[in-house]
Each structure stands twice: as structure tokens, then as C-alpha cells.
């Protein structure tokens, strides 16, 4: 059942995973798909405020500022000092490059370092506020091409509203397919140069154009938002 399924995301790139050459080529298209399934799937763990958690609040202020370059820096400089082997996290930085807190030694394994990363990389693609939903708001140049799956949409008391499906190429979204399972009324939000959108429902119909910024209405079902116009 699509409910259950876990959020997914591709950018199409499909080098041999050889972990100890993803390290080097420090290329975040290759390993945030692992990061964003695995923080999806760990047990939830206690989130501390010293260490590599330091580094991921630097993360989290450049996203809400909007700051997509640096955003993306700061999580290349996370990826380098958070974790070890594939994808195991850590509390400090203990090969001494200088980036994070590297004086400690722990034992324990910070899990929540994953999960709080999945959050942010999320937010990268759709970011759900009290006022709408926003899709693609901090999207990093390398990130010209992809697809992220079964997103959830939830009301504010935490209910699971929709599952939306979006795809975008040349860094402008294409195309956003949502499953509704209710009724219910949705603003979206999307980059600044578009302008204009096509809703269809259902799916072979002709659909209805809608300025950017008007909310539309939702029954239960599968509609379709593309044919995006600057």
C-alpha cells in the first residue's frame, strides 16, 4: 500500500556505489538518496546539541534562509565528519579535519544525526508550512534532475492528508502528481519564475489552467499538476 511505502528520491545517477570513491568525490547526488532512505527507516534517538549536531544546525539555518548554495556546503562538510564506513553517524569529528568538534572520542552511535538530516534534505524538495505547501523552495544548482516519491503531505494535527510524487528537470519543476485521501484545500507554492499551472483530474481529461498562488480544492483521488508556463 502506498501509505506505507517510504519516501524516495533519485537524481538519475547511477555510478558503482564503491563507498570509499563516493568519500573522495564528496558528490551529494550519489549518497543522499542512501541518507535520505536510511533516516527514514532508523529507530528514533535523542538529539544532542554539541558535536556533528552543531554542524547540521549550521545546515538548518542556511536552508531556512534560503541560502541553497551554502546549504548544500555546509552538508558536504557534515558528510565528511559525521559519518564513518557507510553511513554510520558520529558524534565527533575524529579524523581531525579541522571542520568539527574532534578533541572527544564517543562510543555511542548518534542516529539521530540521520534522521534530523533526512528532515532537512526533505525540506530541500517539499517544505509543508502553516500556510501552504512549498515545492522545490532550496534547490541547489547540482541538483538540475530528479524525482522524489510518495512525500507526505499531513494536516497540522499530524493526519496524512496526501502523498505527492515530484519531478523536475533544468532545476524548474515538470510535474507534481498527488494522491488525495480526503477532501481538503491546498495552497502550493513554487520557484519564483513560474507562473501558471494545469490541473487534471481525472488524469485523461483536459485539466483546468490556475495562476500560481491560488489554492485548490482536493477530493480523494489522483490529480495531476504540470504543463508549468513562466
Known amino acids: 500500500h502506498p501509505v506505507t511505502s517510504i519516501e524516495k528520491i533519485s537524481f538519475g545517477n547511477h555510478k558503482a556505489q564503491d563507498w570509499e570513491l563516493v568519500i573522495r568525490r564528496n558528490d551529494p547526488l550519489e549518497y543522499v538518496p542512501f541518507w535520505f532512505a536510511l533516516g527514514q527507516q532508523v529507530p528514533s534517538s ?10 547540521l544546525g549550521e545546515c538548518k539555518k542556511k536552508l531556512e ?12 562538510q557534515f558528510f565528511l565528519v559525521g559519518f564513518q564506513d557507510v ?3 558520529r558524534l565527533y569529528d575524529e579524523d581531525f579535519l579541522g571542520i568539527g568538534e574532534s578533541s572527544k572520542t564517543s562510543q555511542m552511535i548518534p542516529l ?7 528532515n532537512l534534505i526533505r525540506r530541500m524538495f517539499l517544505d509543508q508550512q502553516d500556510n501552504g505547501v512549498y515545492i522545490l523552495p532550496c534547490l541547489p544548482t547540482s541538483f538540475h534532475a530528479g524525482r522524489c516519491l510518495h512525500i507526505r ?3 497540522p494535527d499530524g493526519k496524512l492528508t496526501a502523498l505527492v510524487d515530484i519531478e523536475w528537470s533544468k532545476k524548474l519543476i515538470k510535474k507534481v502528481k498527488i494522491n488525495s485521501l ?3 484545500k491546498i495552497q502550493f507554492y513554487f520557484q519564483k519564475p ?12 483536459r485539466g483546468c489552467e490556475y495562476d500560481c498562488g491560488e489554492p485548490i480544492t482536493l477530493d480523494t483521488g489522483v490529480y495531476l499538476l504540470d504543463n508549468f508556463k513562466k
Open 194 to 205: 513560474i507562473k501558471s499551472f494545469r490541473l487534471r483530474h481525472p488524469l485523461h481529461q
Open 112 to 118: 539521530a544525526l540521520l534522521t534530523e538530516g533526512y
Open 87 to 89: 553511513l554510520v553517524p
Open 65 to 76: 534562509a534560503k541560502d541553497k548554495e551554502g546549504f548544500l556546503d555546509n552538508l558536504q
Open 153 to 155: 503531505i499531513n494536516h
Open 46 to 55: 535523542q538529539v544532542l546539541e554539541d558535536g556533528n549536531f552543531q554542524l
Open 182 to 184: 480526503g477532501s481538503q
